[in-house]
């Protein structure tokens, strides 16, 4: 009997993910579905799933193909789920040819072509829009950051601002970044949120002008020097309706809350 497991975050449940299961299904006897957690997505970089987990669950039973459906909470749970429902075939879309080679150690591992012109992405996209986002200086950390953005899903790089024009340009060059400008105005003309990586003491005006200008703002640390100005600048956003960030990674990074919530049950080694 061949078993088989596939995965997939099965968001607004379109024919791509039907015929994906289909196909799954016709590989073996029994299959498998792994629908992602919200939090296992948010960590992925899927900030904007509409449907609930529940939802999408339903989504996948109401296909009838799938034998058993499990939640995919965390990275690396493909090779125990393998190990544990003694899986011969690991099932995903050509989209990630490649990536899930390794698992090849466990189980044949099969690409099925993907359904053309029909993408999740794109039904959250016409649904919310993409968010527009500019970035404000061109160093290390923004680099950095452009890397990560790449796996994040409803928001896209459009412009980049460096008081040294060809500093913006090599940037932009190196991270397909349409739109590069020494002028800050018509930067945030550009752009519906603005991500700010420039020296230490330009932070604040830079967020101020881009507040004023009725964008948000992610602003690295410290976002200022003095506490009046963070005061300051907190109110304005409130006062717009806008957010206001300050990019304290650690402060988000799962491992470092799990750290917290262990401390905060006073939990002690024995
Ligand atoms: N798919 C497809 N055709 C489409 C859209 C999606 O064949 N037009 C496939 C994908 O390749 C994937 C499955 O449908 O195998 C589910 O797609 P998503 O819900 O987008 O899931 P995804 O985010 O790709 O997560 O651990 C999760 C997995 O890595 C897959």
Same mark, same amino acid.
């Given at each position: 009997?061949?078993?088989?497991?596939?995965?997939?975050?099965?968001?607004?449940?379109?024919?791509?993910?039907?015929?994906?299961?289909?196909?799954?299904?016709?590989?073996?006897?029994?299959?498998?579905?792994?629908?992602?957690?919200?939090?296992?997505?948010?960590?992925?970089?899927?900030?904007?799933?509409?449907? !609930?987990?529940?939802?999408?669950?339903? !989504?996948?039973?109401?296909?009838?193909?799938?034998?058993?459906?499990?939640?995919?909470?965390?990275?690396?749970?493909?090779?125990?789920?393998?190990?544990?429902?003694?899986?011969?075939?690991?099932?995903?879309?050509?989209?990630?040819?490649?990536?899930?080679?390794?698992?090849?150690?466990?189980?044949?591992?099969?690409?099925?072509?993907?359904?053309?012109?029909?993408?999740?992405?794109?039904?959250?996209?016409?649904?919310?829009?993409?968010?527009?986002?500019?970035?404000?200086?061109?160093?290390?950390?923004?680099?950095?950051?452009?890397?990560?953005?790449?796996?994040? !899903?409803?928001?896209?790089?459009?412009?980049?601002?460096?008081?040294?024009?060809?500093?913006?340009?090599?940037?932009?060059?190196?991270?397909?970044?349409?739109? !590069?400008?020494?002028?800050?105005?018509?930067?945030?003309?550009?752009?519906?949120?603005?991500?700010?990586?420039?020296?230490?003491?330009?932070?604040?005006?830079?967020?101020?002008?881009?507040?004023?200008?009725?964008?948000?703002?992610?602003?690295?640390?410290?976002?200022?020097?003095?506490?009046?100005?963070?005061?300051?600048?907190?109110?304005?956003?409130?006062?717009?309706?806008?957010?206001?960030?300050?990019?304290?990674?650690?402060?988000?990074?799962?491992?470092?809350?799990?750290?917290?919530?262990?401390?905060?049950?006073?939990?002690?080694?024995?």
């Amino acid at each position: 009997m061949n078993r088989v497991i596939t995965y997939g975050t099965f968001d607004q449940f379109h024919i791509g993910h039907r015929r994906l299961l289909e196909r799954a299904k016709s590989l073996g006897d029994y299959l498998i579905v792994g629908v992602t957690a919200e939090e296992y997505d948010v960590q992925r970089g899927k900030m904007n799933v509409v449907d !609930s987990l529940m939802r999408r669950i339903d !989504s996948v039973r109401d296909t009838g193909l799938a034998d058993e459906i499990i939640v995919e909470t965390h990275e690396g749970q493909k090779i125990e789920d393998i190990q544990k429902h003694g899986i011969n075939i690991f099932v995903l879309g050509s989209d990630w040819r490649g990536m899930f080679d390794y698992l090849n150690e466990y189980c044949e591992v099969v690409y099925v072509e993907r359904t053309k012109a029909i993408s999740s992405s794109e039904l959250r996209a016409k649904r919310m829009g993409i968010v527009k986002l500019g970035v404000v200086g061109t160093g290390r950390i923004a680099g950095r950051t452009m890397e990560e953005l790449k796996y994040v !899903s409803g928001v896209v790089t459009v412009s980049v601002y460096n008081p040294r024009l060809s500093s913006a340009m090599k940037f932009a060059d190196s991270y397909e970044i349409p739109h !590069s400008t020494e002028c800050f105005d018509s930067f945030l003309g550009e752009v519906d949120a603005v991500y700010i990586a420039s020296p230490h003491d330009t932070h604040y005006e830079y967020t101020r002008a881009a507040l004023m200008a009725g964008k948000h703002v992610l602003c690295e640390k410290p976002m200022v020097l003095r506490a009046s100005e963070a005061r300051e600048l907190f109110s304005l956003a409130e006062q717009s309706k806008l957010v206001l960030m300050e990019a304290i990674k650690t402060a988000y990074a799962p491992g470092f809350l799990s750290l917290l919530s262990i401390a905060k049950s006073g939990r002690t080694c024995k």
